[in-house]
């Protein structure tokens, strides 16, 4: 019996460590950091998300909301968390992908996460007051040429996939407006409801609620055909500006060397998530597109922001 035990305790030896704590994640709640504040998009799909895949998993996600910096101050400090899956971070198109042309002194690079999968992608929309002089997107546009400088539009932090959705627009419409910085899209929402800036730029997930109870009005979405949340909002080619083609996206990542266990397991259970009822009938109700099968595999999503990094580089230029 003592050789039989000593011989058991020389193959436990031999399995390393991390492998073991791996094979048997997660032992207790895993934090998912959210790079904004609440009640934006971001923070609304990673509380869908992270309610479903705790309940797979059997033990919960807690979301942690670290607004700052555009997201990039969440996604450094996901970069330096321990790499054993007890923190992930939700990413999107601003933190993953156009903060390295934005931000010179970035705390992470790429090379710091391993992609978990694509979660969502979202419908960007502007929506603006409700008592603007404008009436739709053509009168906002010849407004905002006649009055250069003076239309504001918020939006959830220089970086932030918002920020995105305000500088393609501009561009497309050939208008100059001021960008207003908030620490997140609610507070930018907010402020929007209460008249202190003239509109946002958003995802249909946070501000459908607002242009559905007449808060405040839609103007146009990027989308190949008019949402079913706000469908008295016009797709950007029907109303004239069909050059406006955006469209954002969530993702989660993990610190790099997480065990491939980890992120396995991790994977599964975003996959059974997105595909349960639920996810799919709240991801209809807010206005986003939960991911297909091959856009939650973790090559697809890593292979997504490599293009996606390139892409803003040549729209934004070198960090400035």
Same mark, same amino acid.
């Given at each position: /019996?003592?050789v039989?035990?000593r011989?058991?305790a020389?193959?436990?030896?031999?399995?390393p460590?991390?492998?073991?704590?791996?094979?048997?994640?997660p032992?207790?709640?895993?934090? /998912?950091?959210?790079?904004?504040?609440a009640g934006?998009t &971001?923070?609304?799909?990673a509380r869908?998300?992270?309610?479903?895949?705790?309940q797979?998993?059997?033990?919960?996600?807690?979301?942690?909301?670290v607004?700052?910096a $555009?997201?990039?101050?969440a996604?450094a400090?996901?970069?330096r968390?321990?790499?054993?899956?007890?923190?992930?971070a939700?990413?999107?198109v601003?933190t993953? #992908?156009?903060a390295? +042309?934005?931000?010179p002194e970035?705390?992470?690079?790429?090379?710091?996460?391993?992609?978990?999968?694509?979660a969502?992608?979202t419908?960007?929309v502007?929506?603006?007051?409700?008592d603007?002089?404008?009436?739709d997107?053509?009168?906002?546009? #010849?407004?905002a040429? +006649?009055?250069?400088?003076?239309?504001?539009?918020g939006?959830? $932090?220089?970086?932030?996939?918002?920020?995105?959705?305000?500088k393609?627009? /501009?561009?497309?419409?050939?208008? !100059?407006?001021t960008?207003?910085?908030?620490?997140? +899209?609610?507070?930018?929402l907010?402020?929007?409801?209460?008249?202190?800036?003239d509109?946002?730029?958003?995802?249909?997930?946070?501000?459908s609620?607002?242009?559905?109870n007449?808060?405040?009005?839609?103007?146009?979405?990027?989308?190949?055909?008019?949402?079913?949340?706000?469908?008295?909002?016009p797709?950007?080619?029907e109303a $004239?500006?069909p050059?406006?083609?955006?469209?954002g996206?969530?993702?989660?990542f993990?610190?790099?060397?997480t065990p491939?266990?980890?992120? +396995?397991?991790?994977?599964?259970?975003?996959?059974k998530?997105?595909?349960?009822?639920a996810l799919?009938?709240?991801m !209809?109700?807010?206005?986003?597109?939960?991911a297909?099968?091959?856009?939650?595999?973790?090559?697809?999503a $890593?292979?997504l922001?490599v &293009?996606?990094?390139?892409?803003?580089?040549?729209v934004?230029?070198?960090?400035q």
């Amino acid at each position: /019996m003592i050789v039989v035990a000593r011989l058991v305790a020389v193959a436990m030896l031999a399995v390393p460590l991390p492998a073991l704590a791996a094979d048997d994640f997660p032992t207790r709640p895993v934090t /998912m950091v959210v790079p904004f504040a609440a009640g934006g998009t &971001s923070d609304v799909i990673a509380r869908v998300v992270s309610e479903q895949m705790g309940q797979v998993l059997g033990q919960r996600i807690v979301n942690e909301n670290v607004p700052g910096a $555009g997201g990039s101050t969440a996604l450094a400090r996901v970069a330096r968390a321990p790499a054993d899956g007890y923190m992930i971070a939700i990413g999107n198109v601003g933190t993953n #992908a156009a903060a390295y +042309a934005i931000y010179p002194e970035i705390k992470y690079t790429n090379d710091d996460f391993v992609p978990i999968g694509l979660a969502a992608k979202t419908v960007p929309v502007i929506a603006i007051r409700k008592d603007f002089p404008a009436t739709d997107l053509k009168s906002f546009i #010849a407004h905002a040429k +006649a009055n250069p400088g003076k239309v504001n539009l918020g939006h959830a $932090g220089i970086g932030s996939s918002n920020y995105l959705i305000c500088k393609t627009f /501009m561009a497309a419409a050939g208008i !100059d407006v001021t960008l207003v910085s908030y620490r997140g +899209a609610a507070p930018a929402l907010n402020d929007l409801m209460g008249g202190q800036v003239d509109g946002v730029c958003d995802a249909a997930a946070s501000v459908s609620g607002a242009i559905q109870n007449g808060l405040v009005r839609g103007l146009v979405v990027s989308a190949p055909h008019r949402m079913r949340t706000i469908p008295d909002v016009p797709t950007a080619a029907e109303a $004239g500006l069909p050059e406006w083609q955006q469209q954002g996206w969530n993702a989660l990542f993990a610190p790099k060397g997480t065990p491939p266990a980890a992120i +396995a397991k991790l994977n599964a259970a975003l996959r059974k998530a997105v595909a349960s009822d639920a996810l799919q009938k709240r991801m !209809d109700d807010l206005g986003s597109i939960p991911a297909t099968e091959e856009e939650m595999d973790p090559g697809a999503a $890593g292979r997504l922001v490599v &293009s996606e990094i390139e892409k803003y580089r040549k729209v934004l230029g070198p960090a400035q």
